[in-house]
């Protein structure tokens, strides 16, 4: 004799198998870890170097590669893209490839003084996707 189970015993068994659907996912576990240092918020303009550092690495600490470009931002939209292209004072071609750190110089335009920006690093890691690494600067004279 085939016995049907019981609404509760049913409710119960759903509840467990949600509960453990959602532990099951990792806790907001981002791919990978990217950071922008820079000396400070105030970059002068015209000639003064801004220096920058970009890391990225695995949760676990390992380097990883990825790209970088430039983005730079006024009032929430992007007013000018660039490459990186450390070492040589023109903007490279296309994305900066590098594994797990890289150093650069930023020369800010004399007609970007007094303007408040927002300098961007979008940086993909290759079947991970990308982050955007924002900082907000004001450039002075």
Avoid at 2 to 27: D, E, K, Y
Avoid at 91 to 118: E, H, M, N, Q, V
């Amino acid at each position: 004799m085939h016995r049907r189970p019981r609404l509760s015993t049913l409710v119960a068994t759903a509840v467990a198998a949600a509960g453990l659907a959602v532990s099951a996912a990792p806790a907001s576990a981002a791919p990978f870890v990217a950071t922008l240092e820079a000396p400070n918020h105030t970059p002068k303009a015209g000639g003064t170097d801004w220096r920058i550092t970009v890391t990225v690495r695995s949760p676990s600490g390992r380097p990883l590669r990825a790209t970088a470009t430039y983005q730079f931002l006024y009032n929430g939209q992007v007013v000018a893209t660039r490459y990186p292209n450390p070492g040589h004072r023109r903007s490279g071609k296309r994305p900066y490839a590098f594994r797990g750190r890289y150093r650069d110089t930023i020369l800010w335009p004399k007609r970007a003084a007094g303007y408040t920006l927002t300098f961007r690093v979008v940086v993909a890691v290759r079947g991970q996707g990308r982050e955007n690494l924002d900082w907000r600067v004001r450039v002075r004279r």
